[in-house]
């Protein structure tokens, strides 16, 4: 499987941003996906799951109750859908791929895509 963040940019503060992750292969929906973000200076933290299905979700409490993540398995695609954007969300965000949600929570990713910026200013 091939991830292909977009969708990053530069946005003030309070303002939303939507990151599509593309996957491919046929074996995508296979795959728990979950966004990493990492800010300059600072390690990749994880922020958000979903599983094979889209069924169940997971957010870190950084982002909760202002991201979203959905996805469109016959599409191959992930969303994230970020609102309320604030300064401290400016980093790069990965999409990655795992086979559990267990498995994503600890790092243990079997497939990275390439970040997308995202900048958010005051």
């Known amino acids: 499987v091939q991830l292909q963040a977009s969708g990053g940019g530069l946005v003030q503060a309070g303002g939303f941003l939507r990151l599509p992750c593309a996957g491919s292969g046929r074996t995508f929906s296979n795959y728990v996906v979950g966004w990493f973000r990492q800010a300059p200076g600072k390690e990749r933290e994880y922020a958000v799951a979903i599983s094979w299905s889209g069924g169940s979700t997971d957010y870190a409490d950084s982002v909760k109750g202002r991201f979203t993540i959905s996805r469109d398995n016959a599409k191959n695609t992930v969303y994230l859908q970020m609102n309320s954007l604030k300064p401290e969300d400016t980093a790069v965000y990965y999409c990655?791929?795992?086979?559990?949600?267990?498995?994503?929570?600890?790092?243990?990713?079997?497939?990275w895509g390439k970040g997308t910026q995202v900048t958010v200013s005051s």
């Open positions: 990655a791929a795992s086979t559990t949600m267990g498995r994503l929570f600890r790092y243990d990713v079997d497939f």
